[in-house]
């Protein structure tokens, strides 16, 4: 990675997980319960990090759960979450990664969750690529980004946060 191929630092994720956050408690305020859910991997951590943004400013009870896809073959495995349909009963859910790059393993994730009585389902992502195979839509984008589809996002979280074009 060199400093040309960074598309957000440390500090911009941050902003934008903060911004992202505060968009989802503005479509969702309303609702007294709210489900994050967060794609296995970097995906969940950063749905934890917008779970712990709502909850320093909203009085929703929030649950976070992680959805578990076999993202090289989602069709392989069956998808995984620890919610039953009770629970999602007339409930937003917002599904959380941090890339769409392709928006396969969104598009399966969403197909699986849509089995549930849902009142709403949106999406939020940290970068949105703009070629993607899979018509998935973002609701709250921290960073929308044009590729190639031989492009690639990758999101670095940690001590030295860092996505960049690879």
Do not use: C
Not at 8 to 13: F, K
Not at 32 to 56: C, D, P, Q, T, Y
Request: proline letters at 1%; aromatic letters at 6%.
């Amino acid at each position: 990675m060199n400093e040309n191929s960074i598309v957000l630092n440390h500090d911009q994720i941050r902003q934008k997980t903060e911004r992202i956050a505060f968009e989802i408690l503005e479509n969702t305020f309303e609702d007294e319960n709210l489900f994050i859910a967060g794609i296995a991997g970097n995906g969940h951590v950063f749905a934890e990090r917008i779970s712990a943004e709502l909850k320093k400013h909203s009085s929703q009870n929030i649950t976070l759960f992680e959805v578990k896809v076999n993202k090289k073959n989602p069709l392989a495995d069956s998808i995984e979450y620890a919610v039953t349909s009770e629970e999602l009963k007339d409930a937003t859910v917002i599904l959380v990664d941090d890339v769409i790059n392709s928006g396969i393993t969104l598009i399966h994730a969403v197909s699986a969750l849509l089995n549930h009585d849902l009142k709403a389902l949106k999406v939020a992502t940290l970068v949105n690529r703009t070629h993607r195979k899979f018509p998935v839509k973002a609701d709250f984008v921290g960073l929308n980004v044009s590729t190639t589809l031989q492009d690639n996002i990758m999101v670095e979280f940690g001590e030295k946060e860092v996505a960049y074009l690879s």
